[in-house]
């Protein structure tokens, strides 16, 4: 809040009454050329934006601080404060300065804020933006969210508050709002996984489910919320209604693209949550958190911008109904079939801009002319387009409508807007000529008028004499004749003096006076009138809001589906079968992202069985860098991509139908580092243990590997055991593991099986052979491993020296008591667990554990020296 100001002139008056209502966003207020802000938004924005922090009143004692910028450059100033997070009031000259009796009437006519923006340059433009607004109902918990830039409006709701969080985090919203007197942990926690997302509390009144199911109703003009489906959710209701009362609020006018609400249910998607989905790479890459290298990356191949944020939706919303399913893959299998054709398809969609942007903007009334240009080429598309699909049967590919009525519309736009229509809309030059008689003759009026001006001007100065005279025209006196006094002399009796400057003197003659009344500002009514005509466009546009969105949407499926169906037919990859007993059989697989970026060896495809009966819970070992990793992923992305209703890189593909998939990447191998403890660890994979369902898929990859040897394989070892057991039916999971120990398990479990990526021993070096092949192994061949990365030849020789007298040796020790005490009773795990309590064994698990490719030759040394050391001491 501004301090209060002793006499506030009565600008600063208005300023500050104004200000009072948007206590919490930075008021831009227009004065002039420029928007100005004041006091702390003053201090906040000029350091925000790098400009300079002057004062009004610098002399007096009360001086407020100021900073401005140029109202043509507005734009990219609030862009900057958006990206930073803050909301931005505009508060523009409601009625013309020239006539306004005293102040000048100021109102704000929007509230920009990171998650309500309209505008291209601060959106990108395959993600959508979305604000999301959070309520609780006793035990229900609803999600309503806002692409107010696509007219984008969804709703879900659900009784478990850790589903609505990782859903939060699926939204990956740019400003959240609740009622403000939400404190419940819930809240807490939302708040604490998106620490740097723009949070709004509003008025808990806006949630009251009478109010908002009201506001609802009014808004898109139907009885009930029965046709939403979400009538009987009361939560989700409110939630709806709260967001609904922000966007009028910040937005001043009715949103027509806004037209309907979309009800889902979790259950209808797969679920993998936020962490899985980083695990996996579907749409940022763990390094620098871009598209490269990421699934998303390797299958969109859309064209337009619509289609770009529906296949991110697709890959992080993947189905779970078969039929929905099928019904994608039939449209991708046709479009395979028919590459030709397909290609033609795509030709066109080229040339399609943004249709739902773009009538968002419109509807709002945020365009140009260009705007109205790339609307009539996208629309032009479109029967092109469905005479193309005519020749395709799968039904996903029908459901372009009301194409006559778009085609008028580009018609009409066609008529009116000229190709090299300027970006403003205030300065003419917009329309053509020959759509309207009346705008025709203003524009000959006034370019004819120009040449008489310069006629009269050059007839003047011949029959007066006076060089210097000339021929102008100002706001307050019309058109005149301008004479330096000086020449004052030479002026003829029937000019008659309209005003005295110091230098010279105007005047007006009957000649003027009456081409005056002619072209008085036949420039200004020109542009009037162009505005008008661009605004009764604007109203056709609008009229048909709900059918270009319908439009935009037709056109971003069939871009999806032919990527998938162009990507399918470049990488040879083959449709899934789809299947209901868990059956997951895969033929010579590869991993989409990794084939693409080896670099120097080939891709070796795997073939991977797994079933419910036998194949459940394979364990996967073999030493590091042969390539487990890849081939858990690669299975976990081949569910995903077939519920997307993608064909997959592989010969042959059986995927089971599956509700949810879960990975947990152990401490050390997960990339992103610093942020993954053992706890967190622990605590996501508590997560999947009291979440995973028989239909479930697992990958657990080297977990327990950030806490001690035992601790660690002890964890991954009841890990795996309870996996087994889970709801007495298991599920299935794929679990690489380092501790070779592991395998003993598949001599107790029915449903355990082990596997291992084979490598090949040769002269002392080992060869990756990348083929997954049964049964366990028990060598880590770190030593080898540690060859390939580079260490020294002499520390090679001495690791291996020593890993010899520990294997043929370190055996005979006795186990020293205490840690084997409290071990678990199993009895093949029992011998087992007690053979490594050896301080050789353990040596060598240190050993196994180091992970040489990211320790440099001195660390190596290091710590191969203090081996040394306690192995020499431990043998004494
Ligand atoms: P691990 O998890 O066993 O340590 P990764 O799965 O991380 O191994 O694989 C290490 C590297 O090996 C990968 O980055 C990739 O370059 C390569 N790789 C993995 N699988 C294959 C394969 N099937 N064919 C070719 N190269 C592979
Ligand atoms: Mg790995």
Redesign the pocket.
Same mark, same amino acid.
């Given at each position: 809040m501004p301090p209060s100001v002793s006499n506030p002139t009565p600008m600063m008056q208005q300023y500050l009454s104004i200000k009072e209502k948007y206590p919490d966003t930075i008021l831009f207020y227009r004065m002039g050329d420029f928007y100005e802000m004041f006091f702390e938004d003053a201090e906040v924005a000029s350091k925000a934006l790098e400009i300079t922090l002057t004062s009004r009143n610098k002399n007096e004692k009360a001086s407020v601080p100021m900073c401005g910028v140029p109202y043509r450059a507005a734009q990219s100033y609030i862009g900057r404060l958006i990206a930073g997070g803050f909301k931005v009031a505009v508060c523009d000259q409601v009625e013309d300065p020239a006539t306004a009796k005293g102040l000048v009437r100021r109102e704000v006519v929007r509230v920009i804020t990171p998650g309500m923006v309209l505008e291209d340059t601060f959106l990108e433009e395959k993600s959508n933006n979305f604000i999301l607004s959070v309520f609780r109902l006793q035990d229900r918990y609803a999600l309503a969210y806002l692409d107010i830039s696509t007219g984008t409006f969804r709703v879900t709701e659900s009784g478990s508050d850790r589903a609505v969080v990782e859903e939060a985090l699926r939204i990956s919203p740019r400003e959240i709002i609740f009622p403000a007197t939400s404190t419940e942990a819930f809240f807490g926690e939302l708040l604490r996984v998106f620490p740097e997302t723009a949070v709004t509390r509003m008025d808990d009144r806006e949630f009251s489910h009478a109010r908002s199911r009201q506001k609802l109703i009014e808004h898109f003009n139907t009885v009930s919320l029965e046709g939403f489906g979400c009538e009987q959710l009361k939560a989700a209701v409110s939630a709806a209604g709260g967001l609904m009362a922000y966007v009028q609020e910040t937005q001043k006018q009715k949103i027509e693209h806004l037209d309907g609400i979309e009800t889902y249910h979790l259950d209808s998607f797969l679920w993998l949550d936020e962490l899985s989905c980083r695990n996996l790479e579907l749409l940022k890459n763990l390094r620098s958190g871009s598209r490269q290298g990421t699934l998303l990356g390797i299958l969109d191949k859309t064209l337009t911008p619509m289609g770009g944020r529906l296949i991110r939706q697709w890959l992080r919303y993947p189905l779970v109904n078969k039929e929905e399913i099928e019904a994608r893959l039939d449209a991708v299998e046709e479009a395979v079939e028919r590459h030709t054709e397909s290609t033609g398809l795509r030709e066109h969609l080229k040339s399609v801009y943004d249709l739902e942007r773009l009538g968002s903007k419109i509807g709002m009334g945020q365009c140009n002319a260009r705007d109205l240009l790339s609307l009539k080429q996208s629309l032009q598309q479109l029967p092109m387009l469905a005479e193309r699909l005519s020749a395709f049967s799968a039904p996903l590919f029908k459901g372009f409508a009301h194409l006559e009525a778009l085609s008028n519309l580009a018609g009409l736009i066609d008529d009116a807007i000229r190709e090299d229509a300027p970006p403003t809309i205030n300065e003419g030059g917009m329309i053509k000529p020959g759509f309207n008689p009346q705008l025709d003759q203003l524009i000959q009026i006034s370019r004819d008028g120009k040449g008489w001006l310069l006629n009269l001007e050059a007839g003047e100065k011949e029959k007066t004499g006076i060089g210097s005279l000339k021929v102008r025209y100002n706001r307050v006196f019309g058109y005149y004749i301008e004479v330096p006094k000086t020449h004052a002399e030479s002026v003829p009796p029937h000019y008659v003096r309209k005003q005295t400057l110091v230098n010279a003197e105007r005047y007006i003659t009957d000649e003027l006076k009456q081409f005056e009344n002619e072209v008085m500002g036949a420039e200004e009514k020109r542009s009037a009138m162009e505005r008008d005509i661009f605004n009764e466009i604007r109203a056709a546009v609008i009229h048909l809001t709900r059918e270009i969105q319908q439009a935009a949407k037709t056109t971003a499926r069939i871009d999806c589906l032919l990527s998938f169906a162009e990507i399918a037919a470049l990488g040879g990859y083959c449709r899934p079968i789809l299947n209901r007993e868990g059956r997951l059989h895969i033929e010579e697989g590869?991993?989409p992202v990794?084939?693409k970026?080896?670099s120097g060896?080939?891709?070796?495809?795997?073939t991977i069985c797994m079933d419910q009966e036998n194949f459940q819970i394979l364990i996967i070992t073999?030493?590091?860098?042969?390539? /487990?990793?890849?081939?858990?992923?690669?299975v976990a992305l081949f569910v995903l991509m077939a519920q997307a209703g993608s064909f997959v890189p592989a010969a042959k593909a059986d995927i089971a139908l599956t509700d949810r998939i879960f990975t947990r990447v152990g401490a050390l191998?997960n990339l992103s580092a610093g942020q993954s403890t053992f706890m967190v660890e622990m605590e996501e994979t508590a997560n999947i243990l009291n979440n995973a369902t028989p239909d479930s898929l697992v990958i657990m990859?080297?977990i327990g590997r950030g806490t001690s040897t035992f601790d660690g394989l002890s964890i991954a070892w009841a890990v795996a055991e309870y996996l087994h057991d889970l709801a007495g039916k298991g599920v299935k999971t794929l679990f690489?593991t380092h501790y070779h120990e592991l395998t003993e398990l598949a001599r107790q479990k029915p449903r355990v099986r082990n596997f291992n990526?084979a490598v090949k021993e040769w002269n002392d070096e080992i060869i990756?052979l990348? /083929?997954l092949v049964e049964g366990g192994t028990n060598r880590s061949y770190g030593i080898q491993v540690a060859r390939l990365a580079g260490i020294p030849e002499d520390v090679i020789k001495r690791s291996k020296k020593i890993l010899y007298q520990i294997e043929n040796e370190g055996h005979l020790s006795p186990s020293p008591a205490g840690e084997a005490s409290g071990q678990k009773k199993a009895k093949g795990a029992a011998v087992q667990i007690e053979l490594f309590q050896s301080l050789e064994k353990s040596i060598m698990e240190r050993l196994k554990s180091l992970d040489v490719t990211r320790m440099t030759p001195l660390e190596a040394l290091n710590v191969l020296d203090d081996i040394c050391k306690k192995s020499r001491a431990g043998s004494n």
């Open positions: 590869r991993h990794v084939e970026t080896i060896e080939r891709f070796v495809p795997n073999g030493p590091n860098m042969a390539g /487990k990793s890849t081939v858990l992923r690669q191998d990859d080297e690489a990526i990756f990348r /083929k």
